[in-house]
């Protein structure tokens, strides 16, 4: 919640790169991301986020979240990143490729 609310996560570049490239395709869809607080760890939600906010359980939860049978990751270049978390600032622009290429008619 609060990086969605700072636009980065103090001390962890991987899931600040990850929040800002949210922001970012947001503003250019033209969409408003609705973020709740609820309290740390109380939901398999808030442990996700949780871990996934601290690079020595990104892994661990990246791994989890792909078992997940309600999550798919359509995008190819989210995937690679996830698959292999590195500070590549480029990935905005890349997803953003992507969106306009799956929006655009």
């Given at each position: 919640?609060l990086?969605?609310e700072?636009?980065?996560?103090?001390?962890?570049?991987?899931?600040?790169?990850?929040?800002?490239?949210?922001?970012?395709?947001?503003?250019?869809?033209?969409v408003?991301?609705?973020?709740?607080?609820?309290?740390?760890?109380?939901t398999?939600?808030?442990d996700?986020a949780?871990?996934?906010?601290?690079?020595?359980?990104?892994?661990?939860a990246?791994?989890?979240?792909?078992k997940?049978?309600?999550?798919?990751?359509?995008?190819?270049?989210?995937?690679a990143?996830?698959?292999?978390?590195?500070?590549d600032?480029?990935?905005?622009?890349?997803l953003?490729?992507e969106?306009?290429?799956?929006f655009?008619?």
């Open positions: 919640m990086g969605i700072k636009d980065y996560i103090k001390g962890n570049s991987t899931a600040s790169l990850f929040v800002r490239a949210l922001l970012v395709i947001c503003g250019y869809l033209g408003v991301l609705h973020a709740n607080h609820v309290p740390r760890k109380s398999k939600g808030a996700l949780d871990q996934l906010t601290r690079e020595s359980s990104w892994a661990g990246v791994e989890e979240l792909g997940d049978k309600f999550v798919e990751v359509k995008s190819e270049a989210l995937s990143w996830i698959r292999d978390p590195k500070e600032w480029g990935l905005v622009k890349k953003l490729e969106v306009e290429n799956d655009i008619v």
